[in-house]
């Protein structure tokens, strides 16, 4: 009787875990790689993209975008989104400034002005986070129906309460400590994005809560059997969403130096954008700071790019919708060869 060959099953698999080990340190070493062509292609056309202001500049925005794009990561790991995300910038810029305005016209000291516009700013944010999760865990009602309808509310309290038009009375204390700021020579906005950044990241990788977001993205079922009560982690993912668009509103009106009812704009799009172009899986279970971060650096490079090069808004917004759905596409496909 001829003896059984075993090495061959055993060599297969040795190579299918090649190729696999290999796809993912493609995968992985895709991004960085786009964003050094993008770069040099920009470069190619305008030289100033390259240039030490420039550079600068470019590591300012993505400071702002990284905030949006973790506080999108966070919702997106449970297999949700927020919508509404730019709508609530607007708002939390709208209120925080007519609240510091209130205050100077009171005669307050600028200190006590300050806190006024930072607890009027956060507490907006936290109620619209209160509000998406608690009617998304508690009445079981989609995050896509839940934060479009929430995105119209905050559209309408932030125009409501500026007439429209943009709120003046932001003091210069607001300015110089979220804007003009530095520490060691570097802008206040990349100092807070990093700080933020390395505290979620020990949240998300550290700490129960943040292991949780990973099981329920995954399998929400299992989650529940194994004990962590879905319904309150969901309210606080969405509350921890909001806080962070929060800080990033209050960020952003410190650097135009009034309320904007438009401040948020496009962020909605754009954070979603940074979030899945970083990696992050719109399935759930998949992605973190690193992600987020990476990401919102390749739409930044891309816009800026795109400005510098004449390229017009409109346009950039097809390219970003496009951007999405090839994100969404290659995660769907990364998910069947799984």
Not at 22 to 30: G, I, P, T, Y
Request: net charge positive.
């Amino acid at each position: 009787m001829a003896d059984l060959d075993l090495s061959a099953p055993l060599a297969s698999s040795e190579s299918g875990a090649r190729v696999a080990s290999l796809r993912k340190v493609v995968f992985q070493a895709a991004l960085p790689i786009a964003l050094v062509v993008l770069i040099l292609a920009f470069a190619a056309v305008d030289r100033r993209v390259v240039s030490a202001a420039n550079l600068m500049n470019i590591a300012q925005q993505t400071g702002y975008l990284a905030l949006f794009a973790m506080a999108q990561t966070t919702v997106i790991l449970t297999r949700g989104f927020d919508l509404a995300l730019g709508p609530t910038v607007s708002m939390v810029s709208v209120g925080a400034a007519l609240a510091m305005a209130s205050a100077t016209t009171a005669h307050q000291e600028p200190s006590v002005v300050l806190l006024v516009g930072l607890g009027a700013g956060f507490a907006l944010g936290a109620a619209c986070g209160l509000f998406n999760g608690a009617v998304i865990a508690l009445l079981g009602v989609s995050p896509f129906v839940t934060t479009l309808g929430s995105y119209n509310i905050a559209i309408g309290i932030a125009t409501t309460l500026s007439s429209g038009r943009p709120v003046q009375g932001v003091p210069d204390l607001f300015t110089r400590l979220f804007y003009g700021g530095t520490v060691l020579g570097v802008p206040a906005a990349i100092v807070i994005a990093v700080a933020v950044g390395v505290l979620l990241h020990l949240m998300l990788k550290r700490t129960v809560f943040g292991r949780s977001l990973y099981l329920i993205g995954t399998n929400p079922r299992a989650a529940t059997v194994g004990g962590i009560p879905v319904r309150r982690m969901l309210v606080a993912t969405y509350l921890l969403c909001s806080g962070l668009s929060a800080l990033g509103a209050l960020m952003l009106t410190a650097r135009t130096g009034s309320g904007e009812p438009n401040l948020g704009g496009s962020l909605s799009l754009q954070a979603i954008a940074a979030a899945v172009v970083g990696g992050t899986s719109l399935a759930g279970g998949k992605g973190g700071v690193g992600t987020a971060v990476l990401g919102a650096l390749f739409v930044t490079i891309l816009s800026n790019g795109m400005d510098l090069v004449g390229i017009g808004g409109y346009v950039q917004m097809v390219v970003l919708g496009a951007i999405v759905i090839a994100g969404v596409v290659l995660d769907r496909a990364r998910l069947e060869r799984r």
